[in-house]
């Protein structure tokens, strides 16, 4: 299976194998190749107090979110509250404006559940080929990198060269 049962986005093992293919691409081609390393914020104490049902369900709307945001790219599950968005032939300038449209969009969601709406913000790190660096493990480290500076910076934020 290449898509997440629960969210309907792809795993990280063919994400990773997309990864590969996308960056030799970028890499014959010259084409920039963008990645968004994202994190739902405080997603473990959403759990905590509303139950795993309703987190399931918060995650299956934010992957619908970036289902109907990203259409030219490949957006997979990365791990739990974490997603990881490849934006191929897309600049690093491209790839930071995607991501402020989701961190607004999940924003103004309004999840509502047992009649509360239950706010939900996430934390978006952004790198790009060739702006940061050539390597797709490095694409990946500064991406994630950027990412939690976003969440030290007190979440709801995106993180990416300025």
């Known amino acids: ?3 997440d049962s629960l969210t309907g986005l ?3 093992r063919y994400f990773m194998e997309r990864l590969t293919a996308e960056h030799g691409r970028s890499l014959l081609t010259h ?3 963008t990645l968004l390393m994202c994190d739902l914020d405080h997603f473990k ?4 107090r509303y139950g795993h049902r309703v987190g399931d369900y918060i995650l299956k709307q934010i992957a619908d979110t970036i289902t109907k945001k ?3 790219g490949i957006a997979a599950r990365y ?11 897309q600049s690093i300038e491209e790839g930071r404006a995607l991501a402020e449209q989701l961190k607004t969009t999940i924003e ?3 999840i509502s559940v047992r009649r509360e709406v239950i706010p939900v913000t996430i934390s978006i790190g952004v790198a790009a080929i ?3 660096t050539l390597d797709a493990e490095e694409l990946i480290r500064t991406a994630d990198r950027r990412l939690y500076q976003a969440k030290n910076l007190g979440r709801n934020q995106v993180c990416g060269a300025d």
Do not use: H, M, Q, S
């Open 45 to 48: 104490a959403c759990n905590d």
């Open 108 to 110: 103004g969601l309004g």
């Open 70 to 72: 990203v259409t030219d």
């Open 130 to 132: 060739p702006t940061d």
């Open 1 to 3: 299976a290449i898509r």
């Open 31 to 33: 084409a920039p190749l």
């Open 79 to 89: 791990g739990g509250e974490e997603f990881a968005i490849l934006l191929p032939k």
């Open 10 to 12: 792809f795993v990280y």
